[in-house]
């Protein structure tokens, strides 16, 4: 355990190879995890904690590790491995001492003295260890420096200490641990209870803490004076400044879109060459029969759609975690404190949802970090609102049928439109942000207390991981629903009441015409199962500009919005004889009855809206839901998502 960014989730996983996510900003670690390793025929179970300034929590995510330490049910703790920052001492051994005053055998490892050195910061570890009267072991959990020591140190648990920190009249009495726990656990129920105010007792026993330990420090660091400014502080002076800060914010924003699609046509194109390929070999080696018709024109059609966009995503997340790991997140948060909080929200709500541009299940169980009950509500049910990776396929494909035939060589027209929209979902949430602060009563008063790490060159082993494990989530995690989308939707568009079918087949039964197979095809489809359930809620679509075939990929959208590209890649192809041809050029084929091209701009820039705004992802209702542990809040943001997109999707349809 240790404070936000000290370097444990690294350390963690150096030890035990899980590869949980790091980023150079606090709060990154907002449950503990478990993982185990092996070292001379011993086997260790080790437990992450989420960082924390104080055993006297502000937060959830601190409450977790509070909460760890006290509860008698938790597993037995045998050794605390504290992971110190050795630019932060003083900082940091406020922490070290209260949990060291809980009794557990303890034992730092200084993490960071590259920083602390670069800072000219020099610690004698040695006085350090004399003066805590613990081991201390000085790494670089980044680079793996100085583990080993660090092992040996562990499978020996007797070399860890107790250690009574704070100065008592009954220093020597065993029953001074129990005598401090019961204090916590009695400034835990308090927490619980909601009284956040100031507390006499514990500050006056911080205020005595740092003094001991300024007299401490003292002893055993020294710190050289620099002639020049670090040069973080340079860079913030631009990053940070009310002006410029916003300035490079969107200037990333806007190459990080132009990225997404310049960079990715190239393989997009490619992988859908492939698929095209695969479904052509597969059709010309097996029998024209269902079975066939299942692969060729559901389950490849199905997959294929998703898998197209894969690059986008890995540009998409590559992007995030360079910005998180080499500490400009952090500075976003900063320089929009002042702006969230007219709008109900506070600096720390950015973190969740710029993230939301990810994924927004992970940001919205980051809402932890904020302190302020009402800040963290209010961010949870707006963090949907923001353009998550799922919905990038339906946009670039949306934007496909927008710009077919209208690209520029240097600025990608769908990269500023996406750009919009992931913008407009940012102030249409802000916008219900501030809804929400009006209706929702509480007078707790909010605070923005946050930290600033230095700038860090990106590990980019952590982003190649990052990159693997989110794109992977991506696959496979989208990759069983739409197997199992397309397969039903597949026997679905296939087939139907045999009444329906038998009268299409005696209503061409005489007819020549070279298009009978397409014919009988397409009203196949309309009479199918699927095509009597898109029919029933065509009413409740039509004002959007939407037909029962659009009507059955929002219904399969609900289980995650990339279905859509999948499901209208199988209702295509399977009401489609060119099967070879692209997507977007089967899509702008269609009709509507009355003739006229059913993807018009109007109808797109309809569905690019709804797709904005809708809630249709099941597992962030149920994420909200275990977080706020209340029904009602999850129903909540499904009923103002959807009427919301609903109502501006009918608006933009109509007027244009």
Known sequence: MGNPNSGKTTLFNALTGLHQKISNLPGTTIEHKTGQFNHEGIRFQVTDLPGTYSLYP??????????????????????????????????????????????????????????????????????????????VYPINARNEIGLEPLLQAISKTNQATQSIFFETENKTDSGFFVHYRLFLIQKIQEFKLGHKGYDQ????ETTSRYKKIDALVHQCMRKEESKDKHYTQKIDKVLLHPIYGFLVFYATLFLLFQLIFKVADYPMNW???????????????????????????????????????????????????????????????????????????????????????????????ATRTIDNKKDRLITMLVTPLMSCSARLPVYTLLLGLLFIDNQSDWIDLRGIILLGLYLMGFIVALIFAFIFKLVLKQKEKSFFVLELPDYKWPRWKNILYTIKSKSGDFVFNAGKIIVIVSIVLWFMASYGPNKAFNSIHQKYEHYQGADKAQRIKSEELEASYAGILGKTIEPAIKPLGYDWKIGIALITSFAAREVFVGTIATIYSVGNTEDE????????????????????????????????????????????????????????????????????????????
């Open 58 to 135: 502000k937060g959830e995510d601190e409450l977790i590790t509070v909460n760890f330490l006290l509860e008698p049910r938790q597993p037995k703790i045998d050794l605390i491995v504290f992971v110190a920052d050795a630019s932060n001492l003083t900082r940091n051994l406020l922490l070290y001492s209260q949990v060291s005053d809980l009794g557990y055998p303890i034992m730092i490892a200084l993490n960071m003295n590259d920083v602390a050195a670069a800072k000219g910061i020099h610690i004698d570890v040695e006085e350090l260890s004399k003066q805590l009267g613990v081991f």
């Open 581 to 656: 041809t692209q997507l977007t050029q089967v899509l702008k084929q269609q009709k509507r009855q009355n003739l006229k091209p059913l993807y018009d701009t109007p109808t797109i820039l309809s569905l690019l809206v709804f797709y904005a705004f809708a809630m249709q992802c099941i597992s962030t209702l149920a994420v909200t839901y275990r977080e706020t542990r209340q029904l009602k809040w999850p129903i909540i943001q499904f009923v103002y998502m959807s009427g919301f997109a609903w109502i501006m999707s009918a608006l933009v349809y109509n007027l244009f």
């Open 201 to 204: 007792s514990i500050a006056e």
């Open 271 to 365: 992988i859908e060459m492939g698929f095209t390929m695969l479904a052509e070999y597969v059709a010309s080696v097996l029998p024209n029969n269902a079975f066939a018709s299942l692969i060729c024109d559901g389950l490849i059609p199905g997959i294929g759609g998703v898998i197209v966009f894969l690059p986008q995503i890995i540009l998409l997340f590559m992007m995030i975690a360079i910005l998180e790991d080499s500490g400009y997140m952090t500075r976003v948060s900063f320089i929009t404190d002042r702006l969230m909080r007219k709008f109900g929200l506070n600096g720390k709500s950015v973190v969740p949802l710029i993230g939301g541009m990810a994924c927004a299940i992970p940001s919205i169980m």
